[in-house]
């Protein structure tokens, strides 16, 4: 008796702690229990003044009932209302127990609005004081779809150091070091103008990062997340379709995005990290910038699809597909690339390809514009170490590499087919591989410049491998992402097959009845 009253005690403290925060949520749950067991709050079982239960409420209703109805009323009818009023404290204890315990609070969405730029030590988020600290560890504490409202073009400094000895079996709860999101959470700003986060001011912002994500609900918008270890990291999401990351700007980090599990990029930059995005469980990226990475742009296992993106200027290798991705553990990818430019990659790269390396999956590459990459091994444009790839529709020029400066397929194990797709004007130090080097499927309508060479397999009747192909340079020509256009006269114009070509060019261009060659249609 005396320690299931010392719990109803305690149950009533945490309420009104709660109650505290969120004002007249859990008074009523509270003022019950106490009328019901006749309990003070914060008495223990083993407190030597804990007090057995003493149901107040129900002796009170017992009294009043005898005292109207006087002997007339029976026994059985005492015992049912004494029942009833069991049932009834039973229910709110049930009630209140959820509100306290670990899944506790109302499934309404809250908005927290952090009024402090600095990174104080957490002491709880209140109206006037408030730092992001704070207000995400409200959020993580609250079951609805919260959201976390920062000034536009403020920048908020994460300056409390992680335990580097911590890892990741032991979370933080954001009390110090990156910010860990744990519920159904929007981190975004007031306005179409971008607030940042920086974890510059961090002892060692190579092991805290900025962000880590655990709720595949979760959403960031309008951001520029800089200066950490991981830019923003998603791991062991629980639920939803992917972190959706909107109109937000990710640089400066060792690693941009780090996706164990699925992110969707939308609208935004990821720029200047050491490497850019590694996604392995469906990555989307679309209406994005991946440049100025120093190592790779997109390095994938698992499904992957990129669209109406521009992965530019990355050290290494603009998009990876397959082999390590987030770890060393060899894994496959699916590639989808529509829409895209990949250009001027692999600048500082000696491995192999510049632009697309597809090391262990397959890809489908349609209306893209892969050119300007440079490789000092093989593969300047496009490398297909091992997996299948089909490209359709799509313009590979002005690469370069030591052999394959356009396309290079090695293994006895690949499969790389073209369609409607234009080669011209790569180079390599061999110049039989100028535009391509190994053994690829035609299923017809492409173009090669001269010298064809090493582009073994590419030769149907409607193939075009001796023609000048007469086109532009890499330039702004409308749509999304820069293209390639076709000159006057060019023999790529209405030479593809309309049949296998898409409907519209790289740009959203309609394409005429008898289209052309490349990614981009000439009218």
């Known amino acids: 008796m005396v320690a299931r009253g010392a719990g109803i005690g305690l149950l009533v403290e945490a309420l009104q702690q709660r109650n505290d925060k969120r004002p007249g949520r859990f008074a009523w749950h509270a003022e019950v229990l106490s009328k019901a067991y006749g309990e003070?709050?914060?008495?223990?079982?083993?407190?030597?003044?804990?007090?057995?239960?003493?149901?107040?409420?129900?002796?009170?209703?017992?009294?009043?009932?005898?005292?109207?109805?006087?002997?007339?009323?029976?026994?059985?009818?005492?015992?049912?209302?004494?029942?009833?009023?069991?049932?009834?404290c039973i229910a709110v204890l049930a009630v209140s127990w959820l509100a306290v315990g670990p899944t506790a609070g109302p499934a309404t969405a809250d908005v927290f609005h952090p009024t402090r730029v600095d990174d104080p030590m957490p002491d709880g988020c209140q109206p006037a004081d408030c730092s992001l600290r704070e207000a995400v560890i409200e959020a993580n504490g609250s079951r609805g779809r919260d959201t976390v409202v920062m000034r536009s073009s403020a920048t908020y400094r994460l300056e409390l150091p992680g335990d580097p000895g911590a890892g990741e079996c032991c979370d933080q709860e954001s009390t110090a070091g990156d910010l860990d999101v744990d519920d159904r959470t929007v981190l975004r700003t007031s306005a179409r103008s971008r607030a940042t986060v920086s974890a510059t001011a961090l002892i060692d912002p190579e092991e805290d990062g900025v962000i880590d994500l655990t709720d595949r609900t979760s959403r960031i918008q309008n951001l520029v997340v800089r200066d950490g270890g991981v830019g923003i990291e998603l791991g062991s999401l629980r639920r939803g379709e992917g972190v959706k990351i909107v109109n937000s700007v990710i640089r400066n980090n060792f690693v941009g995005i780090l996706g164990r599990d699925p992110v969707k990029l939308r609208t935004s930059r990821v720029v200047a990290n050491d490497s850019g995005i590694e996604g392995r469980s469906n990555t989307r990226i679309s209406r994005s910038r991946i440049v100025r990475n120093r190592t790779f742009g997109v390095a994938a296992c698992g499904p992957v699809r990129i669209s109406a993106t521009s992965v530019r200027d990355n050290g290494q290798v603009g998009i990876r597909a397959g082999e390590g991705g987030p770890s060393s553990i060899s894994c496959r990818?699916?590639?989808?690339?529509?829409?895209?430019?990949?250009?001027?990659?692999?600048?500082?790269?000696?491995?192999?390809?510049?632009?697309?390396?597809?090391?262990?999956?397959?890809?489908?590459?349609?209306?893209?514009?892969?050119?300007?990459?440079?490789?000092?091994?093989?593969?300047?444009?496009?490398?297909?170490?091992?997996?299948?790839?089909?490209?359709?529709?799509?313009?590979?020029?002005?690469?370069?590499?030591?052999?394959?400066?356009?396309?290079?397929?090695?293994?006895?194990?690949?499969?790389?087919?073209?369609?409607?797709?234009?080669i011209a004007l790569n180079a390599a130090d061999t110049r039989a591989e100028r535009n391509c080097a190994g053994r690829f499927v035609s299923a017809g309508h492409n173009l090669v410049s001269p010298p064809a060479g090493r582009c073994r397999g590419i030769g149907r009747r409607s193939d075009l491998l001796r023609a000048k192909p007469r086109i532009g340079t890499l330039a702004d020509n409308g749509g999304r992402t820069d293209t390639i256009k076709l000159l006057r006269r060019s023999p790529a114009v209405n030479a593809a097959n309309p049949r296998t070509s898409p409907p519209r060019d790289q740009r959203g261009a309609r394409r005429d009845r008898r289209p052309d060659i490349g990614a981009y249609e000439r009218h």
């Open 40 to 88: 003070k709050p914060g008495v223990r079982a083993d407190d030597p003044n804990a007090l057995p239960m003493q149901p107040s409420l129900i002796t009170n209703d017992v009294s009043h009932v005898m005292s109207e109805k006087g002997n007339a009323i029976g026994t059985q009818t005492v015992e049912r209302s004494l029942m009833r009023r069991k049932f009834m």
């Open 333 to 422: 990818a699916q590639l989808t690339l529509r829409n895209s430019t990949v250009a001027d990659n692999g600048n500082r790269s000696e491995v192999a390809a510049g632009g697309v390396r597809v090391q262990n999956g397959k890809a489908l590459i349609v209306n893209a514009t892969v050119a300007a990459n440079r490789s000092a091994d093989v593969g300047g444009g496009v490398g297909l170490l091992a997996g299948r790839v089909e490209m359709r529709s799509s313009t590979v020029a002005r690469n370069r590499a030591a052999e394959g400066g356009g396309l290079w397929l090695g293994g006895n194990v690949t499969r790389f087919e073209l369609a409607n797709s234009l």
